[in-house]
């Protein structure tokens, strides 16, 4: 199986002017396509993250679809292509910064940071997820260490990132701390999800953080 705990990467163009709500992204952009590769591992194929597409349909239907995917997501689990499309279309290409996490092009996963507003735009929200298939295998913490200075290069008024973890979600608070994210405290009852208020760890990220290596 894959392990990324090793990687290298480097800026590849998204070869097509991507609209995000007002925001033309064009391939020249640093923060549109990202692609790393496993180092000393018989594993040949190019992982990417990218801006979703309306072609990820059937692709993003396929780990969507999972309960155990979707258990900590506050969106539904997505039952057919036609709400995997709608879903793509609506919330994830309009969103600030929503990435497909891709292998050999194929979307398994996403990671995605979303700025808040006005007095509060030096902090951002991370979230991510990935098929279940592809969980203990390190892909996601090596696309979050790829995302994080993409990020803060995309939104430089950026200072902090936080995530919000669920107590018992112990394979995402792993990623987080493997990363480097600094876990600053407990929130009891203080996140709603699926029908119940759930206690939260938060961690956070800033911009003069180290990656852990």
């Given at each position: 199986m894959f392990k990324a705990e090793n990687f290298q990467f480097q800026v590849v163009p998204f070869h097509e002017v991507v609209g995000v709500g007002d925001i033309q992204w064009p391939e020249s952009d640093v923060a549109v396509g990202i692609s790393f590769h496993a180092l000393n591992v018989k594993w040949t194929t190019q992982d990417s993250l990218r801006p979703f597409r309306p072609s990820d349909a059937e692709d993003f239907l396929a780990w969507a679809r999972d309960d155990k995917v979707t258990h900590y997501l506050r969106w539904k689990t997505i039952t057919s292509r036609e709400e995997a499309l709608i879903y793509i279309q609506q919330v994830a290409?309009?969103?600030p910064w929503r990435q497909s996490i891709c292998l050999d092009n194929h979307s398994i996963g996403y990671i995605s940071v979303k700025p808040e507003s006005s007095n509060d735009r030096h902090r951002a929200h991370v979230g991510y997820a990935i098929g279940?298939?592809?969980?203990?295998?390190?892909?996601?913490?090596?696309?979050?260490?790829?995302?994080i200075p993409i990020v803060f290069e995309k939104f430089p008024f950026l200072v902090r990132l936080e995530a919000l973890v669920e107590e018992d979600n112990v394979g995402s608070q792993k990623v987080l701390e493997k990363v480097g994210f600094v876990r600053e405290g407990f929130l009891r009852k203080y996140g709603f999800n699926k029908g119940e208020i759930r206690d939260m760890?938060?961690?956070?990220?800033?911009?003069t953080d180290k990656i852990a290596s």
């Open positions: 290409i309009p969103h279940s298939e592809y969980w203990g295998q390190g892909i996601v913490t090596a696309a979050l260490k790829i995302a760890f938060i961690y956070s990220f800033l911009k």
